[in-house]
């Protein structure tokens, strides 16, 4: 079957401007995480819905970061006021309810000029 | 990932076995994971192993477990070029919801 997917995959943006980023999850899992992977780095965990509702946001650096999954599906990262720290690729991965197993999607490379 | 430690670098030849180690702190972790992730790809998930395991083998996979040291071991066995990745060892936390923590990644070199 099809497994997560994020567009787009590469972004560039000028500093200070607002970008989304979309994950697909598996279909049927409930769970959704976002992690952000800078250079020469593992991930680092963002946020993890449970169904439509943020239950841990504890990873977002700060308030430019907000992400959404308002059907329980579809999640949208939103990143407002970019600065070139933000960039790096972020991750998303979806688990079914039990969470033990997550998949990763291939990411997205965001570049902040 | 301050808490999950690995080394940077193994480069071995095709056909030995490959054991990739990895270090964490928190004692309160219940799983530990190994992620592969390919050039310009995403985290491809090779193995898991509960708190309570000390072995776990899938395949050309064993995992080790020394909780009592918090040392996790992955071992590939009659590694190819194909296995050439960064390997990541990850903990999870919770009994539901794993909030993974994940080292900085062991790049796996396999020369022909």
């Known amino acids: 079957g099809a497994g997560v997917s994020q567009t787009p995959s590469n972004k560039v943006t000028e500093k200070g401007k607002y970008v989304e980023l979309r994950c697909d999850p598996i279909?049927?899992?409930?769970?959704l995480y976002w992690y952000r992977q800078s250079l020469g780095q593992g991930p680092e965990f963002l946020i993890y819905f449970q169904g439509t509702g943020a239950a841990d946001d504890s990873g977002l650096p700060n308030d430019r970061f907000f992400a959404v999954r308002p059907e329980g599906s579809v999640s949208t990262l939103k990143i407002q006021r970019t600065e070139r720290g933000d960039s790096a690729v972020y991750l998303c991965?979806?688990?079914?309810?039990?969470?033990?197993?997550?998949?990763f999607g291939p990411g997205t490379r965001l570049t902040v000029t | 990932g301050e808490d999950v430690e690995q080394s940077l670098f193994l480069s071995v030849r095709e056909g030995d076995s490959s054991v990739i180690n990895c270090t964490y702190t928190d004692s309160s972790s219940t799983y530990l994971y190994w992620y592969k992730q390919e050039p310009g790809a995403g985290l491809q998930l090779l193995t898991y192993?509960?708190?309570?395991?000390d072995m776990k083998q899938d395949q050309r996979l064993t995992v080790l477990l020394n909780k009592k040291d918090k040392h996790l071991s992955l071992r590939i066995a009659d590694t190819q070029t194909g296995d050439s990745a960064i390997y990541f060892c990850a903990r999870g936390k919770n009994t539901g919801f794993q909030k993974l923590v994940f080292g900085t990644g062991t790049r796996l070199l396999v020369s022909p």
């Open positions: 192993i509960f708190s309570n395991m």
């Open positions: 991965a979806s688990s079914l309810t039990s969470g033990r197993e997550q998949y």
């Open positions: 279909s049927g899992h409930t769970a």
